[in-house]
């Protein structure tokens, strides 16, 4: 990987990580449109640890209460009634379906998940998953002719079965073209939670699956030797202040706006890579790994 690549791929992954599109798919994609060799599900997970670090400093706050209180909780039983202790054993909760399922189907993801043939028709399936879920929302917060709004849920409301359906929402996202963001997002939105209260939970519910992932996966390479650690660790760099700005516009953007634009994009695009794939332009497997 040349020094130009890993400023490229880094760019798309701090600019696509944390929106509703799929990270995986675009860095997957921009290999193949190049012409250059498959970052590969390494690359992915060491450079996710640059934008998880955006989330963690940018929810610092939130953070450091969460971490406090849970910590108090399990020696004071009076703290266990307190909401962020409970956020604490809520995002322990809802990573146990990506961390099971992660090193259950480790092999599948790091190849047939990665076909381009697979990547398309989620970005679209869940596109259409998150329209809906965006329409839904929407009704719900502007009422109707003859109906009024209706209250949608604050974490305050979050629960241990809202956890677990977060978790199986964001362990989706496993295979490319799904969004970690997206998924969750569009979850949390079915089971009426408000846009805000559910990306914030989907943020802090990724920081302990891709921090894992992020140092199993640098184990791994480490150990293989397989990864050119210079142009990764500059994405990585790349990565984090990238993902920071997005964080921070996303977070303005939701709390006013329709998730429809990324949803037309994410079936266009879905749309083009099958017609291609399909008129033999481009190869299901174009620019894979041979690691």
């Known amino acids: 990987m040349s020094w130009f690549e890993s400023l490229i791929l880094g760019l798309v992954q701090g600019l696509t990580?944390?929106?509703?599109?799929?990270?995986?798919?675009?860095?997957r994609l921009t290999a193949a449109f190049s012409g250059w060799e498959d970052p590969g599900a390494a690359f992915t997970a060491i450079t996710q640890i640059g934008t998880e670090a955006a989330v963690l400093i940018y929810f610092r706050k939130d953070i450091g209460r969460i971490i406090s209180a849970w910590s108090r909780s399990l020696f004071d039983k009076t703290m266990r009634k307190d909401h962020d202790a409970q956020m604490g054993w809520l995002v322990i909760v809802g990573s146990i379906p990506i961390g099971?399922?992660?090193?259950?189907?480790?092999?599948?993801?790091?190849?047939?998940?990665?076909?381009?043939?697979?990547?398309?028709?989620?970005?679209?399936?869940?596109?259409i998953i998150i329209g809906i879920a965006d329409r839904l929302a929407a009704r719900d917060e502007n009422g109707g002719r003859h109906r009024a709004p209706k209250q949608r849920k604050n974490l305050e409301n979050l629960s241990v079965k809202d956890g677990l359906i977060f978790g199986l929402c964001q362990a989706c996202a496993l295979v490319p073209g799904v969004s970690r963001s997206g998924a969750t997002?569009?979850?949390?939105?079915?089971?009426?939670?408000?846009?805000?209260?559910?990306?914030?939970?989907?943020?802090?519910?990724?920081?302990?699956?891709?921090?894992?992932?992020?140092?199993?996966?640098?184990?791994?390479?480490?150990?293989?030797?397989?990864?050119?650690?210079?142009?990764?660790?500059?994405?990585?760099?790349?990565?984090?202040?990238?993902?920071?700005?997005?964080?921070?516009?996303?977070?303005?953007f939701i709390s006013t706006k329709s998730f429809m634009p990324f949803v037309y994009y994410r079936v266009i695009l879905g749309i083009v890579i099958i017609a291609l794939v399909a008129t033999g332009v481009l190869s299901p497997h174009a620019a894979e790994s041979a690691g």
């Not at 990580?17 to 798919?25: G, I, K, Q, R």
């Open 17 to 27: 990580e944390f929106l509703p599109v799929s990270s995986s798919a675009h860095l």
């Open 100 to 127: 099971v399922l992660g090193v259950t189907l480790k092999d599948q993801i790091e190849g047939p998940f990665r076909d381009l043939r697979i990547t398309a028709t989620m970005l679209v399936v869940v596109g």
């Open 185 to 252: 997002i569009s979850g949390g939105l079915f089971m009426g939670y408000k846009r805000e209260s559910a990306a914030r939970y989907s943020f802090l519910l990724a920081i302990p699956a891709v921090l894992a992932s992020g140092v199993f996966e640098l184990k791994d390479a480490m150990e293989g030797g397989h990864v050119a650690w210079g142009p990764t660790g500059f994405a990585t760099v790349i990565a984090f202040v990238t993902g920071y700005a997005v964080i921070a516009w996303f977070m303005k």
